[in-house]
């Protein structure tokens, strides 16, 4: 089992910047692929970004791409998602995931925390 705690959600103007952490705890050597997910009211669950704990790989959903920055601290088992220009489409409760493989999809992960909610005003 793995758990997933994430924080740092808010509310923010838009152009403005937050940054999320997911804290992971349990037998988080058995799932390499972290991500983020959003969703927002009325929307399906869509990637943001994922990072791998073993090795150098980041990947992001091109909507966010340039403006947010997923990162890792290996020795707190904790990741992070640096929001930089933030837009009020990118107002959603962000997850935090935790896979056995990359992808896209919401279907492969099979660790969720709970959610934080970030909202970006106009």
């Known amino acids: 089992q793995v758990q997933l705690q994430e924080s740092g959600g808010g509310l923010v103007q838009a152009g403005g910047s937050l940054t999320l952490s997911c804290k992971a705890s349990g037998r988080t050597a058995s799932r390499d692929i972290m991500a983020w997910f959003r969703q927002a009211p009325g929307k399906e669950r869509e990637f943001v970004a994922a990072?791998?704990?073993?090795?150098?790989?980041?990947r992001y959903a091109d909507s966010v791409k340039g403006r947010f920055t997923i990162s890792r601290d290996n020795a707190k088992n904790t990741i992070y998602l640096q929001m930089n220009s933030l837009k009020p489409e990118d107002t959603a409760v962000y997850y935090c995931?935790?896979?056995?493989?990359?992808?896209?999809?919401?279907?492969?992960?099979?660790?969720w925390g709970q959610g934080t909610q970030v909202t970006v005003s106009s």
């Open positions: 990072i791998r704990w073993t090795i150098v790989y980041t």
């Open positions: 995931a935790a896979g056995p493989v990359v992808a896209t999809t919401s279907g492969v992960y099979d660790y």
